[in-house]
C-alpha cells in the first residue's frame, strides 16, 4: 500500500515554481503526484519528463499515446526496479531509501511545472540505556551513573526525560555517527526515566528500569550492561582456560622429569 506524504508548499520558490516539501520512511513507497489535465498546450503529444537533481532523466512519459520509459539504471542503478509511471504522469519510488533524497523535477514539453523536495528519513534504531562504567570510581555510594546510546545516526536527537519534563538533550546533523548522553540518578529514585531519539519524522523510546541497572556497588563490583558482562565473562573464561594449562604443562614437565630421574638412576646401577 503506498503511503502519501505529500504537505504544504515551501515557502521558497526555484524560479517560479514552487517547491513541494515531501517526507517519507525509508522502506515505504511514495508518489509524487501531477495533474497533467490541467496543462494546456498546442503540442500533440506532450513529452511528461522527470528529473533527479536537475542532470539525471529517470523516467519519460508521452501523454497522448501513454508510451512510459523509466531509466533506472542512473546514479550506479540506484533506482533499479523501484520507479513507477501511472496513467497521469505521476512518479511512484517503491522501498524507499535515504539516498532517494533529493529534487525531482517535471518538465512537460519546455515548462517546468513541478518540483518536489523529497527527503527520506532512515527507520531510527532503539537507545541502548547501560551502566557508565567509566564513572563507577567517581559515582558517589547514593548514585548511579548511566549512559544511553545510539549508534550510526543522523540528523537527530538524544534525549534524556524524568516523566515529561526534559533533562538533558543532544543533537547531530553528521552521517553515520555514534551519541553517548549521561544521566545520573540515586539508587533508591522512583521517578519514571526515559530516553528519547529522535528526528523531525519519528521516534524511539527507552524506558529505565534503575532497580535493574542501578544495584549497589558492594566490594566496587557492578553490572556494566550486556556487552561488559559478556566481555568480562569471556576475559574470566580466557584465564581460566590459561591458569589450567599451565597446570598442565606444569605437571606433565614433573612427570617427565621424574621419569628421566628414574631411567638414569637404573642405568647408573
Not at 550510526?152 to 538533558?168: E, Q, T
Request: glycine fraction near 4%; proline fraction near 1%.
Amino acid at each position: 500500500m503506498f503511503i502519501y506524504f505529500c504537505l504544504s508548499l515551501w515557502s521558497g520558490v526555484f524560479g517560479d515554481v514552487a517547491v513541494k516539501s515531501v517526507s517519507v520512511m525509508e522502506g515505504e513507497s511514495v508518489t509524487l503526484n501531477i495533474d497533467v489535465n490541467t496543462v494546456e498546450t498546442d503540442e500533440t503529444d506532450d513529452q511528461i519528463q522527470w528529473r533527479f537533481r536537475h542532470n539525471f532523466i529517470i523516467a519519460l512519459m508521452y501523454r497522448q499515446s501513454g508510451e512510459k520509459t523509466v531509466y533506472d539504471d542512473v546514479l550506479d542503478g540506484r533506482f533499479r526496479g523501484r520507479l513507477e509511471l501511472d496513467q497521469t504522469g505521476s512518479l511512484t519510488i517503491t522501498d524507499t531509501r535515504t539516498t532517494d533524497s533529493g529534487l525531482y523535477t517535471v518538465k512537460i514539453t519546455n515548462n517546468i511545472l513541478y518540483k518536489f523536495n523529497l527527503t527520506v528519513y532512515a527507520r531510527l534504531s532503539v537507545p541502548v540505556i547501560s551502566r557508565d562504567c567509566s564513572s563507577l570510581s567517581s559515582s558517589s555510594e547514593q548514585s548511579c551513573s548511566l549512559l544511553c546510546s545510539v549508534v550510526n545516526v543522523s540528523a537527530v536527537s538524544v534525549s534524556w526525560f524524568r516523566g515529561h519534563s526534559l533533562l538533558s538533550s543532544i543533537s547531530v546533523f553528521d552521517l553515520s555517527i555514534s551519541l553517548s548522553l549521561p544521566l545520573e540518578v540515586e539508587y533508591q529514585d522512583k521517578n519514571i526515566y526515559s530516553c528519547v531519539l529522535n528526528n523531525s519524522f519519528t521516534n524511539q523510546t527507552t524506558h529505565l528500569d534503575i532497580r535493574g541497572l542501578c544495584q549497589p556497588c558492594p566490594d566496587h563490583i557492578c553490572s556494566c550492561g550486556f556487552t561488559e558482562a559478556v566481555i568480562r565473562l569471556v576475559l574470566s573464561a580466557l584465564v581460566g582456560v590459561a591458569a589450567v594449562a599451565v597446570l598442565v604443562y606444569d605437571i606433565r614437565s614433573r612427570s617427565l622429569q621424574q621419569k628421566r630421574e628414574q631411567t638414569s638412576s637404573s642405568s647408573s646401577d
